[in-house]
């Protein structure tokens, strides 16, 4: 029986060789397709492979009545409607490693040509200038280049830089000092990077964590004649912070890939003689086209011929009996994995996840990945999923440890998650009250009933008088309404945990002063 894969997106011949190798697929090139078109001809497909121009709508996937898979050529999948492929068992896969090599070489490049004024010198003399003296550049050597954001292109950008023979300092949320050490690399954290780099480049996705987070306040930490890069994503440096900051001369110079709003045809950066850019070229070589669309090309053989995908990014299927009785707990997993990556703010290095009850008569996988993909979630964003999130987890070396016991602590059902870091080992169990929804019943070794939602701030404290009164006053101070409050405590007058439910969230000020009230010891913003 022969396959059939509409490609609706141009893709290069040699990226879809293995399609046309294949015996048993037969390969239809319409890149011209209107979102009708295609939504009236996909249901003679088995496979479909897009780059980032076709939109693949629920609308299409509810007429793909044959379509098993569809193939991303790139990273990113916003241009699929993963929760529609996922209800019509459809796979979707993509090509995280394709363009890493390419986005790394680029930095490099920006990186030497911002040391060497080499653009600057370029159009002097093109314009009939021959200005030795004003493109006087700095060597790489001996230079501490700072990386921020340390998963596969960042890794990349290491290991060439230390060729030039620079000194290397990352931060990365789940670097440890002996992963670095490991790779021949300095560690520290943000401030600390920020505070020794001559160079710094950003190698994070774009979320609401890393939005501007090479701020105003970043800035201020740098040396003066820091150099900046970004090959990442628009809008990790706050544009017009590093404006100012280029203007004040804290800044040497800047070299920009990618901006918060593309095309920058008219940006006011790009009126400054220290700043150098293109347009988005990361990932723009011959070679990387060609291996993302290798990459899916293969997957999609791979697949269509009874084989497991490399790089799936949706739910797998679970047979329905089971995906019946576990699916309630989804919310409940993710949510449980949120609130320890927020509560550690550490590295995790090993996760333990308890079932009980009911839970232990089933296959819990699908509620292992989804409680992992909660842990990971904060720092990558939605390039972690329920199917990749063990992976992402084995690459960043936290070993994930699946568990089933007949202890139930007097519920019917009980999920605990368990995460040991550097400083120790922290704990939150939740369960699913009968009418009643989703509850977190037990922090660390403290017994609590609250609702897994919204801004919360959870509060250790030592158990005395006055201490819940004068945290509700500071917040009343600043406006912040508390929606519920409960608290737990291991003795009278010992240590005792208070976590509030509040209308907004918490900023660093308001952690700050609650931090210092008297008979507190610890205050942490959740938000789930």
């Not at 306040?217 to 040396?223: S, T, V």
């Not at 999609?300 to 329905?320: D, I, R, T």
């Not at 929606?483 to 700050?512: C, F, P, W, Y």
Request: negative net charge; proline residues 3%; aromatic residues 4%.
């Amino acid at each position: 029986m022969a396959f059939h894969v509409l490609i609706s997106d141009p893709l290069s011949e040699e990226g879809i060789q293995p399609l046309r190798d294949a015996e048993n697929i037969e390969v239809t090139v319409n890149t011209n397709l209107t979102a009708e078109s295609l939504a009236e001809k996909i249901g003679d497909y088995d496979a479909l492979l897009v780059r980032s121009q076709t939109q693949v709508t629920r609308e299409i996937i509810m007429k793909a009545k044959k379509l098993k898979i569809i193939g991303r050529a790139g990273v990113g999948v916003d241009n699929i409607d993963l929760d529609a492929a996922t209800e019509q068992g459809i796979i979707v896969v993509n090509a995280p490693d394709g363009n890493t090599n390419s986005a790394a070489e680029h930095t490099i490049a920006m990186l030497m040509s911002l040391a060497r004024n080499i653009p600057q010198a370029y159009y002097a003399l093109k314009h009939k200038q021959w200005e030795r003296k004003k493109y006087v550049g700095v060597e790489l050597k001996n230079k501490t280049l700072g990386i921020v954001g340390l998963g596969r292109i960042g890794a990349e950008v290491a290991a060439r830089a230390k060729g030039q023979r620079m000194n290397i300092m990352a931060y990365d949320p789940f670097l440890t000092e002996e992963k670095a050490e490991k790779m021949g690399i300095g560690y520290g954290t943000l401030p600390e990077v920020l505070q020794a780099a001559d160079f710094i480049t950003v190698h994070t996705p774009l979320l609401k964590e890393t939005r501007h987070l090479i701020n105003r306040d970043a800035f201020q930490k740098m040396k003066t004649g820091v150099q900046i890069i970004n090959c990442a994503r628009g809008g990790i440096i706050d544009e017009e912070a590093l404006y100012e900051a280029i203007r004040e001369g804290k800044v040497a110079g800047a070299a920009l890939d990618v901006f918060e709003e593309e095309p920058a045809r008219d940006h006011k950066l790009l009126e400054l003689p220290e700043v150098i850019a293109t347009p988005h070229l990361g990932a723009s070589t011959v070679e990387a086209q060609e291996n993302v669309a290798i990459d899916v090309s293969r997957d999609v053989v791979q697949f269509l011929n009874g084989g497991l995908a490399k790089n799936p990014v949706n739910l797998p299927s679970v047979p329905k009996e089971i995906m019946n009785k576990i699916a309630p707990y989804f919310e409940l997993s993710e949510k449980l994995g949120l609130f320890l990556t927020d509560l550690t703010q550490e590295v995790t290095e090993e996760v333990h996840i308890y079932y009980s009850g009911d839970l232990t008569e089933v296959d819990v996988a699908p509620l292992t990945r989804n409680t992992v993909k909660g842990l990971l979630k904060r720092h990558l964003g939605d390039h972690v999923n329920d199917v990749n999130a063990t992976y992402f987890a084995e690459r960043k070396g936290i070993t994930i440890n699946e568990h089933k016991t007949s202890s139930t602590k007097g519920f019917t059902n009980l999920l605990t998650v368990e995460v040991t870091t550097k400083s120790g080992t922290r704990q939150v169990s939740g369960t699913l009250l009968n009418g009643l929804g989703a509850r977190i019943v037990k922090v660390d070794n403290y017994s609590v009933d609250v609702i897994p939602q919204g801004h919360m701030v959870v509060i250790h404290h030592k158990d005395q008088p006055g201490a819940i009164g004068r945290v509700g006053s500071l917040l009343a101070e600043q406006n912040i309404n508390i929606a519920t409050m409960q608290v737990g405590r291991s003795n009278v007058g010992g240590d005792a945990i208070m976590m509030l439910t509040i209308d907004k969230h918490l900023e660093t000020e308001g952690l700050n002063q609650l931090t210092g009230l008297t008979d507190i010891y610890d205050v942490t913003a959740i938000d789930l």
